[in-house]
C-alpha cells in the first residue's frame, strides 16, 4: 500500500476540447516522439508493422459516432483523447505494493518509479479511466507524466515547457495549466465551458477536464451537461457521456 500525500494547491492537468478535436492523432505521435527517447521511454512496440501491432501510448486518440438524441437527426462523431488524468485520490497509487507508483506532493503529478515496479499490474485494474500501459518487453507499468520532464526544463523557451501533446495539437483543443488555481486560464476555460470530469461517480476527483462538444447547427448532438453528482444515472444522461462511461467500462 503506498499513501497519497495531502492534496497539493497545485494541480496540474490537462483540459481537452471534445468540441473542436480533430482525430488527427498528432498529440498521441508527439507524446511518443517525446517520451520514447526521454527519461520515461523507450515506449517499445511490438510487431509494429503487423496485423495485430502492440506497444506502449500514453494518450490514445478514439473516434465515435455519437446517437442523434432526436430522431431524423444526423449523428456526430466525436474524438475521445485518453491518458492519465492526474487523479486527486487515486486508487492506483495506494494499491501499489512497492512504492513505484505515486502522486507528486508538490504539483500533483502521478507517476511511476520503474526501478521499484515489479509489474504485477494491480494499479492497472485500479484506474477505471484504462490510462496505465504495461510494457510486456521491459515488464514494468508505464504512463503518461505530463512530460514532467519538458514542463520545468530551464533549457527550453518558457513557452515550450508545456507538454508535447499540448504543443502539437494544430486545433488547440488541448491546454495545460494549474486547475487548483482559480484565476488560472485552464481554471476559467473549464468554469466558463462546463468542463466536467470522467466518471465522478467513481471518487477519483481527476484533475483533467474535458470541454463538451458545442450543440451542430444542424442541430446534431447536444452539448452534455456537467455532471456534479457523486451518483449518475448513465441509463439517462446524454449520449456524450453514456458512450464515455460505456468506452471506459471495457
Ligand atoms: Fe491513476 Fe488512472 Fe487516475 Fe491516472 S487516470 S491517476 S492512472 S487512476
Ligand atoms: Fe485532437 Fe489535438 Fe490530439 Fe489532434 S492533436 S487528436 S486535434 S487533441
Redesign the pocket.
Known amino acids: 500500500m503506498t499513501m497519497l500525500p495531502p492534496p497539493s494547491p497545485k494541480k496540474l492537468g490537462l483540459v481537452i476540447d471534445l468540441d473542436i478535436c480533430v482525430g488527427c492523432h498528432a498529440c498521441a505521435v508527439a507524446c511518443k516522439e517525446w517520451n520514447d527517447g526521454g527519461e520515461f521511454g523507450p515506449l517499445p512496440d511490438e510487431n509494429p508493422y503487423g496485423a495485430e501491432p502492440l506497444g506502449v501510448w500514453f494518450n490514445r486518440v478514439h473516434s465515435y459516432e455519437v446517437e442523434p438524441t432526436e430522431k431524423d437527426k444526423p449523428a456526430m462523431t466525436v474524438h475521445f483523447p485518453r ?5 486527486e485520490t ?4 495506494t494499491v501499489c505494493p512497492t512504492g513505484a ?1 505515486y ?1 507528486r506532493a508538490e504539483d500533483g503529478i ?1 507517476l511511476v518509479d520503474e526501478d521499484k515496479c515489479i509489474g504485477c499490474k494491480l ?2 485494474w ?7 500501459e504495461y510494457s510486456e518487453v521491459r515488464g514494468v507499468m508505464q ?2 507524466t505530463l512530460c514532467v520532464d519538458r514542463i520545468y526544463n530551464e533549457s527550453f523557451e518558457e513557452i515550450d515547457r508545456q507538454p508535447a501533446c499540448v504543443m502539437a495539437c494544430p486545433t488547440r483543443a488541448r491546454h495545460f495549466g494549474d486547475l487548483g488555481d482559480a484565476d488560472s486560464a485552464v481554471s476559467k476555460l473549464v468554469a466558463e465551458r462546463g468542463g466536467y470530469d470522467l466518471m465522478p461517480e467513481m471518487g ?1 476527483k ?1 484533475v ?1 477536464k474535458y470541454l463538451p462538444p458545442r450543440p451542430r447547427r444542424d442541430g446534431c448532438g447536444s452539448a452534455p451537461k456537467p455532471v456534479q453528482d457523486e451518483k449518475v444515472d448513465f441509463s439517462t444522461a446524454s449520449p456524450l457521456l453514456r458512450w464515455i462511461d460505456k468506452v471506459l467500462s471495457r
Open positions: 491518458s492519465c488524468l492526474h487523479c487515486p486508487d492506483c497509487v507508483s502522486k502521478v494499479c492497472s485500479a484506474c477505471p479511466y484504462g490510462a496505465r504512463k503518461c477519483y481527476p483533467n
